[in-house]
């Protein structure tokens, strides 16, 4: 129940393409929804989040898609470029004080030129 | 956005010795401040929470004995690693929220590479 899946593993988009990243979670409880991004020996840097009042959040080219039903979410970057080239990880938790994130397990997206 | 640092960046230890992370948060107070370790191409695996003024919760199957952790004010958190062993070799990681706001936003530090020889 505490399980949250993401995929794909990897993904290699077209410099101005979108690349969609999928998240599937279990817990119901689960209400604050992030998504964040890192690149190699860096620390995570929160990219967007979500909350399941909504169904869809836009933040310049990132835009995060939130099924409630189907307990499921995405981001998508449009006009994806090179410098996107990251791991992107989902997380999922209960806004309550103390609570900690759960992730998934991260895609690598790459970005050609 | 607010800002979490962390020092030493990297450190290399010999095995047998004990290494000490700092997690701060710079312009924020954090109640709850969280310690995640990365492997290699995997994802973050939470270790343990920490909490002010009170003794950590450690997830299982994690050492609490051996990851000593140390959260003696609102902006300061220390993880130590005691009697390190090669396979302690790790990217660790530590992430805070700002108590003083409704906002549920985590922010991660830059992450500290352990390496003990």
């Known amino acids: 129940q505490q399980q949250v899946k993401q995929s794909p593993q990897s993904l290699i988009v077209q410099k101005g393409g979108i690349s969609i990243i999928n998240c599937a979670y279990e817990n119901t409880a689960f209400d604050y929804f992030p998504w964040y991004q890192q690149f190699p020996g860096k620390g995570p840097a929160l990219l967007i989040a979500i909350r399941p009042d909504v169904s869809e959040k836009k933040e310049g080219r990132f835009t995060i898609s939130f099924n409630k039903s189907a307990k499921q979410f995405s981001l998508h970057i449009m006009d994806s470029q090179p410098g996107d080239s990251a791991t992107y990880f989902c997380?999922?938790?209960?806004?309550?004080?103390?609570?900690?994130?759960?992730f998934g397990k991260g895609t690598t997206l790459s970005v050609s030129s | 956005g607010a800002v979490v640092s962390q020092h030493p960046s990297r450190v290399i230890c010999k095995s047998g010795t004990s290494v000490k992370i700092e997690c701060r948060s710079l312009d924020f107070q954090a109640t709850t401040m969280f310690w995640y370790r990365q492997f290699p191409k995997k994802s973050l695996m939470l270790m343990a929470t920490?909490?002010?003024?009170?003794?950590?919760?450690?997830e299982q199957g994690v050492e609490k004995d051996k990851f000593l952790i140390n959260h003696a004010s609102l902006t300061l958190s220390t993880l130590t690693v005691t009697s390190a062993h090669p396979e302690d070799s790790s990217f660790y990681i530590c992430?805070?929220?700002?108590?003083?706001?409704?906002?549920?936003?985590?922010?991660f530090g830059p992450g500290t590479r352990l390496t003990v020889t």
């Open positions: 992430s805070a929220r700002d108590s003083g706001t409704r906002s549920y936003e985590q922010y």
């Open positions: 920490s909490n002010e003024g009170s003794k950590a919760t450690y």
């Open positions: 997380a999922a938790s209960k806004r309550q004080a103390g609570t900690a994130l759960i």
